[in-house]
């Protein structure tokens, strides 16, 4: 099966700073993906879907300007959480969506922040 | 109404014993229909993908869609303690301009030795 991977998988920092993680497609070409949020035993929150080269489009309540998304290419997406709080600690996951309308999930980054 | 309905469990069965895990779902337009499994502190891993009614089987797995009363189900047999996780739900219409999945809650497993 397709894998997408996702960098780094668990990160600590302080409050204020910014975090940056990469979510890649590592055996196919990803049209669109999508990045989530899951606090412990919840389910997946849609936090933005993003297409390459294009704009991502945020879902209602997640503040655009806090998490920036750039989606550089067919294969690498990234989240970048600025300045982050405590509230900004969960286990955010990435997946991508291939050619046949599959999506596969990555491994999930869990942040901690301090 | 949320547009698709999942018993969160628990749900606790010997090893051995067949799993019914089941969701509902409210869009009529929804066509696509998956099942995805989540070990704790990892992501999901696609399990079954399927495609309006109809029944679909992959080794210990059955994913079964009655499109007519809007229920998604997943059956395993010969459960084993490996099989304990999160199962999810996820639908979506290919007809709108917006891909997007909609994802159950999940139901957690636990298939006890």
């Known amino acids: 099966g397709a894998v997408v991977s996702q960098h780094p998988s668990r990160v600590i920092c302080k409050s204020g700073t910014s975090v940056k993680i990469e979510c890649r497609s590592l055996?196919?070409?990803?049209?669109?993906m999508f990045w989530y949020r899951q606090f412990p035993k919840q389910s997946l929150m849609l936090m933005a879907t993003?297409?390459?080269?294009?704009?991502?489009?945020?879902e209602q309540g997640v503040e655009k300007d806090k998490f920036l998304i750039n989606h550089a290419s067919l294969t690498l997406s990234t989240l970048t959480v600025t300045s982050a709080h405590p509230e900004d600690s969960s286990f955010y996951i990435c997946s991508a969506r291939d050619r046949a309308d599959t999506q596969y999930f990555g491994p999930g980054t869990r942040l901690t922040v301090l | 109404q949320k547009e698709v309905e999942q018993d969160p469990g628990p749900l606790s069965v010997p090893e051995g014993a067949i799993v019914s895990l089941n969701c509902t779902y409210s869009n009529s337009a929804f066509q696509y229909f998956m099942w995805y499994r989540q070990y704790s502190r990892k992501g999901p891993e696609l399990l079954m993908y399927t495609y309006s009614s109809g029944n679909k089987e992959d080794g210990r797995f059955t994913a079964q869609v009655d499109k007519s009363s809007k229920y998604i189900s997943l059956f395993i047999r010969d459960s084993q303690p490996s099989d304990s996780a999160t199962y999810l739900c996820?639908?979506?219409?290919?007809?709108?301009?917006?891909?997007?999945?909609?994802f159950g809650k999940g139901t957690l497993l636990t298939v006890n030795p």
């Open positions: 055996d196919f070409q990803a049209t669109t």
């Open positions: 996820a639908s979506w219409n290919s007809g709108g301009s917006n891909y997007k999945l909609t």
């Open positions: 993003s297409n390459e080269g294009s704009k991502a489009t945020y």
